[in-house]
């Protein structure tokens, strides 16, 4: 009987090949150890070995351990390689704890070209970058990387930063959606805003087309997703796996739309807030904010007048009552967050993912009849 072990991310790429081909355990990159020991039936096949557990906590803060096969995670390295232009050298940029960096090896593996690495244990910085790039360039071929908003958004601050990344053939772009403003000052680099999650072992959705062998429909306005990529279930949780994995297809938690054939995604299902009886996206009211600071999280807050209120956190210099009129002007004075107020920076749970409970703790206390705060 096979079993799961918890390792550091920088033992990753070190013994992905033994978990994938079964030979080794499956690996569990820094998560709980809550997580870990024998696979239970029907979590692990001989012929197609769980090869990673990601942990997650999603939404809800409840971990979670995505169960990833062999054949998922190779689905998605190959058909992210047909879709880029073949197998190519990686800059490592984000943490192999992760789905995204896990990814990177992967794809790696895959390509036979180890990755050159950016150390991140001080955080992430543009000079590290950068020079990550120089060394990847070396190698022939194509050369790639993958990043977060907020990784972008300081790198294309840096010229240096800038024209590392334009001298690459690709960078993928997840954790957060990709703001058309970001996308802009970004220039010349080839961008590829890609969706996906854990569930369906990285983005499978690249600019709104699926990758190849991968299938996307709405199941009640919400973004169901079919296809080779799809994660066997969750760990020991056979009740979170028979709701969210079903007839085949993974029930995620976006709403979303086709435009011009293309998914576009709309925000969280559970990010809509009923404010006096009027139902507001909250990531319609972040994407018009972001237009004008840094970084926005918009939550729904509990209120004894209105059910729910928008409450939003905003990161960069902006008068906040004219935040409020760029609002009111585009989506209407139900939208308009009556809890705004300024943080240095935003709290984060993974790659690029704003922590929205933790952003629904700061703003709370504050009072619901003071519109002027700040």
């Known amino acids: 009987m096979r079993t799961v072990v918890a390792i550091s991310p920088a033992e990753v790429y070190e013994h992905l090949p033994a978990a994938l081909d079964g030979s080794g355990p499956a690996l569990l990159p820094g998560g709980p150890e809550s997580l870990t020991g024998p696979l239970e039936p029907g979590e692990d096949s001989p012929d197609d070995p769980t090869a990673v557990v990601v942990a997650t906590s999603g939404s809800t803060g409840e971990p979670k351990g995505v169960l990833l096969s062999k054949s998922a995670l190779l689905s998605s390295a190959e058909a992210t390689h047909k879709r880029l232009g073949g197998p190519g050298r990686w800059v490592l940029a984000t943490t192999p704890r992760y789905i995204g960096g896990i990814q990177v090896l992967v794809r790696s593996l895959l390509a036979d070209r180890p990755p050159?690495?950016?150390?991140?244990?001080?955080?992430?910085?543009?000079?590290?970058?950068?020079?990550?790039?120089?060394?990847?360039?070396?190698?022939?071929?194509?050369?790639?990387?993958?990043?977060?908003?907020?990784q972008l958004a300081r790198i294309v601050g840096v010229p240096e930063g800038l024209e590392a990344l334009?001298?690459?053939?690709?960078?993928?772009?997840?954790?957060?959606?990709?703001?058309?403003?970001?996308?802009?000052?970004?220039?010349?680099?080839?961008?590829?805003?890609?969706?996906?999650?854990?569930?369906?072992?990285?983005?499978c959705v690249y600019d709104g087309v699926p990758l190849e062998g991968v299938e996307v429909k709405l199941v009640d306005d919400r973004v169901a997703i079919a296809g080779p990529v799809l994660a066997r279930g969750y760990r020991s949780r056979p009740d979170l796996t028979?709701?969210?994995?079903?007839?085949?297809?993974?029930?995620?938690?976006?709403?979303?739309?086709?435009?011009?054939?293309?998914?576009?995604?709309?925000?969280?299902?559970?990010?809509?807030?009923?404010?006096?009886?009027?139902?507001?996206?909250?990531?319609?009211?972040?994407?018009?904010?972001?237009?004008?600071?840094?970084?926005?999280?918009?939550?729904?807050?509990?209120?004894?007048?209105?059910?729910?209120?928008?409450?939003?956190?905003?990161v960069g210099e902006a008068d906040i009552e004219l935040l409020r009129g760029h609002v009111r002007a585009e989506l209407g004075a139900p939208a308009v967050p009556k809890v705004l107020t300024r943080i240095e920076e935003m709290p984060l749970r993974g790659p690029g993912k704003i922590d929205r409970a933790a952003v629904r703790r700061i703003l709370n206390p504050i009072e619901h009849d003071a519109p002027g705060s700040s």
């Open 242 to 314: 028979a709701a969210s994995f079903v007839d085949g297809w993974f029930i995620t938690s976006d709403l979303g739309r086709f435009v011009d054939g293309k998914l576009e995604i709309l925000g969280r299902a559970d990010d809509m807030i009923n404010t006096g009886g009027v139902k507001v996206p909250a990531g319609a009211v972040e994407r018009l904010l972001e237009r004008h600071v840094d970084a926005a999280c918009v939550v729904a807050l509990d209120d004894p007048e209105w059910g729910q209120i928008v409450a939003a956190a905003v």
């Open 116 to 150: 050159v690495t950016i150390d991140l244990e001080n955080g992430f910085r543009v000079p590290d970058f950068v020079a990550a790039v120089h060394e990847v360039l070396k190698t022939p071929g194509r050369h790639y990387t993958a990043l977060v908003p907020t």
């Open 166 to 203: 334009e001298n690459l053939d690709g960078a993928v772009m997840g954790g957060a959606q990709l703001s058309p403003e970001l996308r802009a000052a970004a220039k010349g680099a080839q961008l590829v805003s890609a969706y996906g999650m854990s569930e369906t072992a990285s983005g």
